[in-house]
């Protein structure tokens, strides 16, 4: 059970609309609101599900009329001066929340079940979410206003969540009143006190500190070490409090704390198994909402007394998050314990090791913080979950081509027996796995087959799709490469083929795959390799490189106007390109990419683009490039893609697959996007799309909303022309275009209404 004081998240005035409530309710992640009036007495409660109940009979659906009107008024409640131990009863499966309410209705609090997850700030910290950094500062400013905000910009930079800061009353906290002149004190607390009375900041100086951390976007926070320290950090309006070490065994104070209301974060140092257990349920039968850090309060702590496995006696005992605020030397321990589950991470944060002061010795400098986090934002990614192992998208370009395929090593006409002497065993791995060998023999062969020949699923009697005609609003047809365009290039009714160029291509004598004159367009897809491990990079800072790159586009150029000899229908062919700006190890900083596109747009101009067109390719943020993934950082963001078509006349090819995984990872809408993009999209590469990195999927095989886009699609970029670009759609024949053609004709076709 937990008491929520922090209600502002929850709550929705009656006369606000329906449409902030489910703004509201969505932005919570906790499937409810909680309803007042301006005066803050109880009106009701609005669940997913009450909203569910009423939109099924609402007629018209109206989202701007008052939430007032469609609330749950028959909820459970219960009274601040009901004991805690009967409301906490009323939580059950079902019922996962009560509004606490005093005697005149008014919303005091929230009583939940503890979950295991809480907020801090606008992070919400446990299993599922990133772990949160802690920069200890504490007094390692040294007294210093200005190295204070230093510290907390270097804070930023280095990738922390939180800057945190310590706050003593010594005339409260220490039996000598603080005085630091006191003989009668051992070496010890001499040496403390005496750099506590030099090295605090005033009162006055910590809150425009802590106002500095809000306007860097850090959320401040600080530990206080007394009652009259807390009383003036409450009079600041802090979010959270970190209960040190040395308060994890003082109930009083821990009561205290737990008055307000406020997120606790609760390092155990020095304290025993039993002492541990007490204070745990001192917290949770007051239903505070807490987070305990283990902790080894050694100054620097031996690897050997570290036990970081302790995480887990306190994540099983506090059913809260856990993490490890760290004393020893190094980044690995830390990167260690995130690895084992540590929600929190808590490390001392300094600018200069031999700086006066004992914290400074165990503290990380700005570059070793960023170090630490860059690791365990690593290994967070890493960990994944214990489902059922899928392929990745780049395992499946390898196993494409590294991995092995039952194949023909003999001729057999349609009704023959397959028999396991005539199957061999060969790479690439295009076609059915060798472990598919026995469902083949003695089967019936479906087509003629010869040596050489791949297996697919469709010769085990699967699913099987063929070309037609297919009727659609704009122009559309298929990928093609030059070996595969009489085999698969006339089979339809196509108004283009798209070339889908090798770097070999760009040696091929074109004669030797076009015999006769084409009655349709075409485009250019550049190759994403080039001779010599080349991948084209416009915008490259290596002179050289983007020099290589602009040749090689080149000779591209060349040979789409050589195709237009062709092509009779084809005035201006288009072709599409990755323009580059990938990066290998993170994200490019946004203030280098202006400069990068005008270098796109500056190597361009020195191509002769008489009578074709380039048309750059929008991207994921995570490409992937022959089995492994890059940064990829143009042609991502919606507003610098629009930026750049107004600025140096561009039209581009809107990639659905790439854009919606764009959107999926920077959390923007998809049809903001089209509505955004789509005007100035010449081409479209359709398929379906899934998490950060899916791309090329079947139609249907991943997240995006059809309907939706089919709509969006008319509206914003109702003449572009398109093609289906699954990954290995070309396989079997061309089975999966067709496939996707197939399926696209609900949602693009002529005669269908959108």
């Not at 510290?151 to 003593?168: P, T």
């Not at 995480?311 to 506090?318: C, D, F, K, N, T």
């Not at 062919?573 to 900083?589: H, L, Q, S, Y």
């Amino acid at each position: 059970m937990i008491i929520d004081s922090n209600i502002l998240p929850y709550t929705v005035i009656d006369e606000d609309s329906i449409r902030h409530a489910l703004q509201k309710i969505d932005a919570g992640k906790d499937g409810m609101v909680v309803c007042t009036d301006f005066n803050g007495i109880f009106q009701g409660v609005l669940t997913d599900g009450d909203f569910r109940r009423w939109a099924l009979h609402a007629s018209p659906l109206d989202l701007d009329q008052p939430v007032g009107r469609i609330l749950n008024q028959n909820c459970i409640t219960a009274s601040v001066d009901d004991p805690i131990e009967k409301t906490a009863m009323q939580l059950n499966s079902e019922i996962a929340f009560v509004p606490l309410l005093d005697r005149q209705r008014r919303l005091v609090s929230l009583v939940r079940n503890r979950t295991g997850k809480m907020k801090l700030g606008s992070h919400v910290v446990g299993q599922g979410h990133p772990c949160f950094f802690i920069a200890e500062i504490g007094n390692n400013h040294n007294g210093s206003f200005e190295l204070a905000c230093q510290l907390v910009d270097l804070a930023v930079e280095s990738g922390a969540d939180c800057a945190k800061f310590q706050l003593r009353d010594l005339d409260a906290l220490y039996v000598n009143k603080g005085d630091a002149n006191d003989v009668s004190e051992d070496l010890g607390s001499q040496y403390t006190l005496d750099l506590l009375d030099r090295f605090q900041l005033s009162k006055d100086q910590l809150f425009k500190v802590f106002d500095y951390c809000k306007s860097r976007k850090i959320m401040p926070m600080c530990t206080p070490w007394d009652a009259p320290s807390l009383e003036v950090l409450e009079s600041y309006g802090m979010e959270a409090y970190k209960v040190a070490s040395a308060d994890f065994t003082n109930h009083d104070f821990l009561r205290k704390l737990m008055e307000i209301g406020k997120p606790l974060i609760c390092s155990t140092g020095m304290a025993t198994d039993d002492e541990i257990s007490e204070s745990i349920s001192l917290l949770k039968n007051s239903g505070a909402q807490f987070a305990l850090l283990h902790c080894n309060s050694t100054y620097p702590a031996p690897f050997k007394d570290v036990n970081i496995k302790y995480m887990e006696v306190l994540r099983e005992q506090g059913v809260c998050p856990v993490g490890y605020s760290s004393h020893e030397r190094g980044i690995n321990i830390v990167v260690a314990a995130v690895g084992m589950g540590a929600n929190i991470i808590e490390k001392h944060f300094t600018i200069d090791r031999d700086m006066e002061g004992n914290d400074h010795r165990v503290s990380l400098l700005p570059l070793e913080f960023a170090a630490m986090v860059e690791g365990a934002r690593q290994v967070e990614k890493a960990i994944g979950n214990s489902r059922r192992r899928e392929v990745s998208q780049g395992e499946l370009i390898n196993r494409e081509t590294l991995a092995k395929s039952l194949c023909m090593n003999t001729s057999l006409e349609p009704g023959e027996i397959i028999e396991a002497h005539m199957l061999d065993i060969r790479s690439p791995g295009k076609g059915l796995q060798p472990n598919r060998k026995p469902d083949l023999v003695g089967r019936r062969a479906l087509r003629a087959l010869m040596p050489g020949d791949l297996l697919f699923p469709s010769d085990l009697g699967g699913e099987t799709h063929g070309p037609r005609e297919y009727n659609f609003v704009q122009p559309f047809g298929i990928p093609v490469r030059y070996h595969d365009l009489n085999v698969l290039g006339t089979l339809s009714n196509f108004d283009l083929l798209e070339f889908h160029l090798s770097y070999h291509d760009l040696e091929e004598k074109i004669e030797n795959h076009l015999t006769k004159k084409m009655g349709m367009d075409f485009l250019v897809h550049a190759p994403e390799l080039f001779q010599g491990d080349h991948i084209l990079d416009l915008c490259s800072f290596d002179q050289d490189y983007r020099r290589c790159s602009i040749e090689n586009l080149r000779k591209v150029v060349d040979v789409t106007v050589q195709l237009k000899e062709w092509f009779v229908k084809s005035e201006r062919p288009g072709i599409i390109v990755n323009v580059g700006g990938f990066t290998m190890d993170k994200p490019m900083e946004y203030s280098k990419r202006a400069s990068c596109y005008k270098m796109v747009a500056e190597a361009l101009k020195e191509l002769d683009l008489e009578g074709v067109e380039i048309l750059p390719q929008t991207m994921p943020p995570f490409p992937w490039h022959f089995g492994g993934q890059r940064f990829h950082n143009l042609f991502v963001d919606p507003n610098e893609i629009v930026e750049f078509c107004q600025k140096y006349e561009f039209r581009i090819c809107l990639d659905i697959s790439h854009s919606k995984l764009a959107c999926n990872y920077y959390n923007w809408s998809f049809e903001k996007f089209v509505e955004q993009v789509g005007p100035y999209a010449a081409h479209l590469h359709i398929a379906d799309a899934k998490g950060h990195d899916g791309e090329g999927l079947q139609i249907g095989e991943g997240e995006l909303d059809w309907v939706a886009f089919g709509r969006s699609l008319k509206k914003y970029a109702g003449k572009a022309s398109f093609i289906p670009e699954i990954w290995q759609g070309h396989k079997d024949k061309g089975a999966g275009f067709w496939k996707a053609l197939e399926l696209l004709e609900s949602y693009l076709c002529k005669q269908k209404s959108i």
